[in-house]
């Protein structure tokens, strides 16, 4: 069975589902590794991004992420980073941090070729999972708790992304998880937002909200809810 495994892998045209992040930052990449569905790396996988900047990309294939005239440094703190201006519009129902423009907070696209050649080729990994109407690809979306959220904008946002996947016939599907904050621990739970045939909307009620520089640790307290919707999405 390991053999034939190994073949499937080989075969260009084997059908495979891809557990892809869209964002709006790391956490949903590290869900991914820690529980043993991720594929590949994305463009959303390690910086901060929204759904609006997603939808943009998508319309024009990444055409415009790493213009050389379009990019910029900023800081966070006194943490230096790259953002895209040109992808920065979007409505105001984010994080203030996720709002700023496409920011690639791990990778220096203007002056490390290592760098640009990495997230080239996470483009092509994007355009290329187009070609192949066996695959399958799930999408984790992370959307960070705040006074502007709209879930409901959210979830319409989330079938206009996969539209670009649908028109080529891939089976594609939209997991997005948000949090609610509760006091007590017996009201901690998972509940689903919506349940769309292929957008699905998660809220967890947790006690504490998944931010700041120790956000994996809350995250690990809070690893028994997100077990739960891993399990309903493989």
């Known amino acids: 069975m390991k053999i034939l ?3 499937k892998q080989l075969l260009p045209n084997s059908p495979k589902t891809y557990y892809l992040s869209i964002g709006e930052n790391c956490l949903t990449d590290y869900i991914l590794i820690k529980h043993r569905l991720k594929s590949s790396s994305t463009p959303y996988s390690h910086g901060r991004s929204n759904l609006d900047y997603a939808i943009m990309l998508e319309e024009d294939n990444y055409e415009k992420l790493l213009s050389s005239d379009l990019l910029y440094y900023d800081t966070i703190d006194d943490t230096i980073v ?7 519009k979007s409505d105001h129902i984010y994080n203030n941090l996720q ?3 496409f920011e690639f907070t791990h990778h220096d696209v203007i002056n490390n070729n290592l760098h640009k050649n990495s997230y080239r ?6 355009l290329t999972l187009k070609t192949n ?3 399958k690809v799930r999408f984790l979306y992370h959307h960070r708790i705040n006074e502007n959220s709209d879930l409901n904008k959210i979830v319409q946002k989330a079938n206009k992304f996969l539209s670009y996947y649908h028109k080529h016939q891939i089976d594609a599907k939209f997991f997005i ?11 901690r739970a998972l509940l689903k937002f919506h349940n769309g045939e292929n957008v699905k909307c998660y809220v967890l009620k947790t006690m504490k909200a998944w931010e700041g520089d120790n956000y994996v640790a809350w995250v690990k307290k809070d690893n028994d809810l ?3 919707m891993i399990n309903e999405i493989r």
Do not use: D, L
């Open 5 to 7: 495994s190994k073949i």
């Open 82 to 88: 790259v953002r895209n201006r040109y992808y920065s």
């Open 99 to 101: 709002e700023n423009g």
């Open 121 to 126: 080729r996470k483009i092509s990994r994007m």
């Open 133 to 135: 109407p066996a695959n």
């Open 177 to 187: 998880f948000t949090q609610s904050i509760v006091e007590k621990q017996e009201e």
């Open 226 to 228: 997100i077990k739960k």
